[in-house]
């Protein structure tokens, strides 16, 4: 068998084809999901691994409202990420753009337009539950529909334009925003309703969440 040098990354697949199953704690291959792993050292006869879990849909795990920061953290999130996203793509070619950051997701383009398809409509759902007199039902989308349009196609640069002036706008209405304002709720139609409080959450997770699909992207091939 051909030994790679510490630190080289792996998928389970190839670990899969690679390392015999003995080797395994329990004698159980990894499970061909899409899952990192990194050979930490070898001594002679017998192999020591590190499973990263890192689930490459959910980098930073799924939202998770019981386990969000606080709401000053949460909008510093939103003010940042036109920076963070920014230095995130920074120095990419088109064709790292264009590599999907797991098996049959969304390419680093997509994910970049997708950011500002979803945060433009968030912001816009903002500026409903806060003016309307009643409750509004929100229009869902479908995100995965929106990805496959001519647009996503486009320069990154053009939704990361959007991203700064909508993220800019929503910074300030959220630092401006009362205790009551984020007790305001719309109701989507599939999941019910939401207080902006937990919104907020949501889109500070997504911002988060996103952006890992990119670094971790380009970590994993050594960009």
Known sequence: MKFE???????????SQRIPKSLWPGGTTPSR????????????GSFSYRLMHHDLRYP??????????NRNEQIATIAGLPQMLRAAVGG???E????????????LRQTVHHIADSHINSLCRFKLALTE???PTIRPYYEDRWAELADSNLPVDVSLAII???????????QNMTDADF??????????????????????WHSLHHTAHITGTREWNGW
């Open 5 to 15: 040098p510490p630190g080289t990354l792996f998928t389970a697949a190839r670990i």
């Open 92 to 94: 990419l070619t088109d």
């Open 164 to 174: 700064d002036g909508v993220h800019s706008r929503w910074a300030e209405l959220l």
């Open 133 to 135: 007199d009643e409750a």
């Open 96 to 107: 790292q753009l264009d590599t999907p950051y797991r098996p049959d997701g969304w390419t």
């Open 60 to 69: 930073i795990g799924k939202f998770d409202e019981t386990a969000a920061s």
């Open 183 to 204: 007790e305001r709720e719309f109701i989507h139609p599939e999941t019910g309703t939401w207080k902006l409080e937990k919104v907020l959450g949501l889109y500070a």
């Open 33 to 44: 999901q899409p899952k990192r792993l990194t050979l930490l050292f070898r001594k002679e």
